[in-house]
């Protein structure tokens, strides 16, 4: 029986070697000493995105393909080490996870994961040449052999890739990163950008509210305006109170404000005038003066660092800050990159690249506190004024130095008066960065406050802040004690990350709070761990006793239970996504207090109904609470019930601001303190620039304000508010938003920076692109106008067109937009063909231009020999 199958492999033997024959006759030639009764062939080794390349392979006499090993390995990037005095190869395995090794001295065998012995035939050797055969040799690298005889290849493939491969992929995801990048970097740019001070109407926001009936409770009037004056911003705010307990009415808080800010200048930025708010130790609203050398809104970059990691030998790494590739390190490239700094935290991704395949993703994070400043940068503020409250007048003085870049020192002083002045009180804070991830700070204040805390914004198990310090009484802001004795405290967060697997999903946060006089008395404390479970977020709490003050006997300390669960299946979803939060306090094991609450969110509106029991509320008490934005404002409005009474009360609120294009932009959140954005996008068919009657309006184009949208109505017109006055942005229309692809902008962006309190008027003219078509002719000594590199650049813009001649000397130009151009041939073109002096021809293409410019046939002469 088994006499048929030997004669099988005999058979299949024959054809094999009769394959590799015919193939070594057209294809190889001897190399070294082949062993008798070995055939030698060459083959074709493939790895996805590695280059083809021709190895030989021996086959033995029984049929089986030994591979080079130095030969295939070299390409792949695989690390390896023959030993030829101990008879072994060592390869190392996948991600350099230990290593593999075949022996031919003694006894032979292959160690990968477990040990196995080798056939006579397995391996051949010759001097420091190494074949193993196929099979053997895919159980090496761990990867996938495939010897196809028919078209004499290999193909090789290993999961998670070759080292060759995983580099080769990261070098050309680099190189997409670039080209991405480059092309960011012809946005217009706004580094340079001038501020033109402007006086228009700008925005004015209302507001009214009141009980939901007639009770002592008065009802109010709300209003603020706001307009732009000189570059400057306008503010007033005036309140009317009506239905009082006297049943009169009156006007209250008449303010008036106005800042005026200087974009880039050194000595100051910003003034203030009128109704304003000290800088300082403590913010306080004051009637008064204040000025600043402190930009209006800081920018997002920092600084630069130097960032480097040590490697091994063959190891190289990308930084990427988010998705987007900061810098890396290979052969090439080596040494420190600089790496952006944002305020607030910078998150960077360090993803390594080892030589055996290894990839390893680490992070790193950088903290920037708002108050620190660049190494060499200094900041002050100042202000006097009668205080609103409190007092009666009062100044302040502020100065704020980067000693480095990891250090900022902050000094001033503050003084108010009541009959008379108070002691100045000096005050100081230090802000220092100890490290990556790492934020330290020190307060103090005479007579006020000392406090220090330590921040960690690392990616590892355990971060967090601990604050500590003491308040004097009145001081501090220390809201929940009224003891006339100082307050010591102490407060912590702490998120711990893949601290609880079974409960959490993504990390468990443990805050706490501890207050106590400084002289002794009754302490407050506060414990709560809060983490996320599968249907939502668990918190659980102890608390030292929090109805002490309502006079009830003391019942120790409180213990919370709150979970919160997001009903998200597909049942609950037509209900608008309900969210129900219940909550139980426990003292001495008796229920003192608990509340339930479900919520709602139907379509721009918000619903809650909530059900509450606790000491001091006089029983159960039930709200029910909602708002609704109707695009021109939005409403709030809240019913109580308990003790069988019901109250309850509504307020409404809205903006609505002023521009030329659409009159009146209404305003859901607000508007004042900032600009807007407002134009056409139209057909510029009489082509002056302007939107006339004989133009064409343009519906649902998409403009660009920054990192907003806006999109034109069916009149062309667009605007959008909430944009940073003083600020640099570019307004940009999207040329693919627009339907008629011959119709392009005029200029396709503007940067600006937006006057404040009102609209800033950017109009997109569309006009119609035109075709240039002409031909070279060849003159004396020029034998052919075929393959000519032709510029045609914008004398006014500089903007370049490149093309380049068919066959027959003719060219063409596409997509043309109006203007004034010059043709000329370009250099390395006139350099080949021996111009030193290219023909230049002016084209003007106007706004009624044909569609087609046929230009007068160029004849080219050459005055100079060609090169060579």
């Not at 001070?197 to 209302?206: C, I, L, M, N, S």
């Not at 002794?520 to 109805?547: H, K």
């Not at 709030?636 to 409404?652: E, K, N, P």
Request: hydrophobic share 40%; glycine share 12%.
């Amino acid at each position: 029986m088994a006499v048929p199958g030997r004669v099988a492999d005999v058979v299949r033997t024959l054809v094999v070697l009769i394959v590799l024959a015919c193939a070594c006759a057209l294809r190889a030639e001897a190399q070294g000493h082949i062993p008798a009764g070995y055939e030698e062939g060459l083959f074709d080794v493939t790895a996805p995105g590695l280059p083809q390349q021709s190895v030989p392979v021996l086959v033995t006499p029984r049929g089986k393909f030994l591979l080079p090993v130095r030969t295939i390995l070299d390409p792949l990037g695989v690390p390896y080490r023959v030993e030829t005095d101990s008879g072994v190869l060592r390869v190392t395995r996948p991600a350099g996870i230990g290593t593999a090794s075949a022996w031919w001295v003694g006894a032979r065998r292959l160690e990968v994961k477990t040990a196995a012995p080798l056939d006579s035939d397995d391996v051949y050797v010759d001097g420091p040449a190494v074949f193993l055969a196929a099979t053997r040799f895919a159980e090496l690298i761990e990867a996938t052999v495939d010897v196809d005889v028919g078209t004499l290849t290999i193909a090789l493939r290993r999961e998670g890739g070759f080292p060759a491969q995983i580099k080769l992929d990261a070098r050309e995801r680099r190189r997409e990163e670039a080209l991405i990048a480059l092309a960011s970097e012809r946005e217009p740019s706004t580094g340079n950008v001038p501020f033109r001070a402007r006086t228009g109407a700008g925005v004015v926001e209302w507001g009214f509210g009141g009980p939901l009936h007639r009770t002592s409770a008065p009802s109010t009037l709300d209003l603020r305006g706001g307009m732009g004056l000189q570059g400057g911003m306008l503010q007033v705010h005036g309140t009317a109170v009506m239905g009082g307990p006297a049943g009169g009415s009156g006007l209250l808080d008449r303010e008036i404000t106005y800042r005026r800010v200087f974009p880039g200048q050194r000595w100051v930025q910003q003034i203030q005038l009128g109704s304003v708010i000290s800088d300082g130790a403590e913010a306080r609203p004051i009637q008064g003066i204040t000025l600043t050398n402190a930009p209006f809104v800081r920018g997002l970059h920092f600084d630069e660092v130097a960032f480097s990691r040590p490697l091994p030998p063959g190891w190289e790494y990308e930084v990427y800050e988010g998705s987007q590739l900061i810098g890396f390190t290979d052969e090439s490239h080596k040494g420190p990159m600089s790496v952006p700094l944002q305020y607030g935290t910078t998150p960077l991704r360090v993803r390594l690249y080892g030589p055996a395949g290894e990839i390893v993703e680490s992070n790193v994070s950088y903290v920037i506190p708002v108050e620190q400043l660049r190494a060499g940068e200094w900041q002050y503020a100042a202000g006097a004024g009668r205080c609103v409250l409190q007092c009666t007048g009062m100044w302040y003085g502020d100065v704020r130095r980067g000693v480095t870049r990891e250090l900022t020192l902050q000094a001033g002083a503050d003084a108010q008066r009541d009959s008379g002045w108070r002691s100045v009180r000096p005050y100081g804070a230090v802000s220092y960065l100890p490290k990556p991830g790492w934020t330290a700070e020190l307060q103090a204040r005479r007579n006020s406050y000392v406090r220090g805390s330590v921040e960690s914004f690392t990616n590892g198990h355990v971060n967090g802040a601990v604050t500590t310090g003491l308040n004097l009484p009145g001081e501090g802001g220390v809201a929940i004690s009224t003891s006339d004795d100082a307050m010591w405290f102490a407060q912590s967060t702490f998120r711990f990350r893949d601290f609880l697997p079974h409960l959490t999903q993504r990390s468990f946060l443990l805050s706490s709070r501890v207050e106590a006089p400084q002289h002794g008395g009754n302490s407050r404390w506060d414990v709560a761990a809060t983490a996320p479970i599968r249907v939502g977020m668990l918190e659980v709490g102890v608390q030292s006793d929090p109805f002490a003050e309502t006079g009830a006997p003391s019942g120790g300390p409180l213990l919370r239970l709150a979970p919160t669960i997001m009903l998200a299946s597909n049942t609950f979803r037509r209900l608008q996504y309900p969210i129900v939060r219940l909550e139980a306090g426990l003292q001495r094991n008796h229920l003192v207090q608990w509340e339930s609450a479900i919520s709602l969110q139907p379509g721009r509106g918000f619903v809650s109904l909530t059900l509450r029991h606790a000491p001091g509320l006089g029983g159960t008490q039930l709200a029910l609470g909602g708002s609704y934005a109707f695009g021109v404002g939005r409403v709030i409005g809240r019913i109580t019930q308990h003790a069988g009474q019901i109250d309850g009360g509504y307020s409404a609120s809205g903006a609505v601001a002023f521009g030329s294009v659409r009159r009146a932009t209404p305003l859901e959140y607000g508007g004042l303190g900032l600009s807007g954005v407002e134009g056409r996008v139209f057909r510029d068919l009489d082509g002056d620039g302007k939107f006339g009657a004989h133009d064409e309006p343009i519906a649902d184009a998409t403009v660009r304000v920054g990192g907003f949208v806006a999109h034109t109505d069916a009149n062309g017109r667009y605007s959008m508010w909430n944009v940073l006055p003083y600020q640099a942005v570019n307004v940009q229309i999207d040329s693919l938003s627009l339907q008629d692809p011959a119709w392009v902008p005029a200029l396709p962006g503007r940067a600006l920076r937006p006057s404040p309190q009102q609209f800033t008027t950017v109009d997109f003219a569309l006009v119609r692109t035109r075709e240039i078509a002409g031909v070279l002719v060849p003159g004396a000594k020029i034998a052919t106008t075929a393959g000519v590199g032709l510029e045609l650049r914008d004398v006014d813009g500089g903007a370049l067109n490149a093309s380049r001649t068919f066959s027959d000397g003719a060219f063409y130009f596409g997509r043309v937009r109006p203007g004034h151009y010059r043709l000329a041939v370009a250099k390395a073109s006139a350099s080949a063909l021996g111009i030193t002096t290219p023909p230049e021809i002016d084209v003007v293409v106007g706004a009624d231009s044909d569609a087609i410019i046929e230009l007068k046939p160029i004849t080219l002469e050459r005055d100079l020999p060609p090169s060579p």
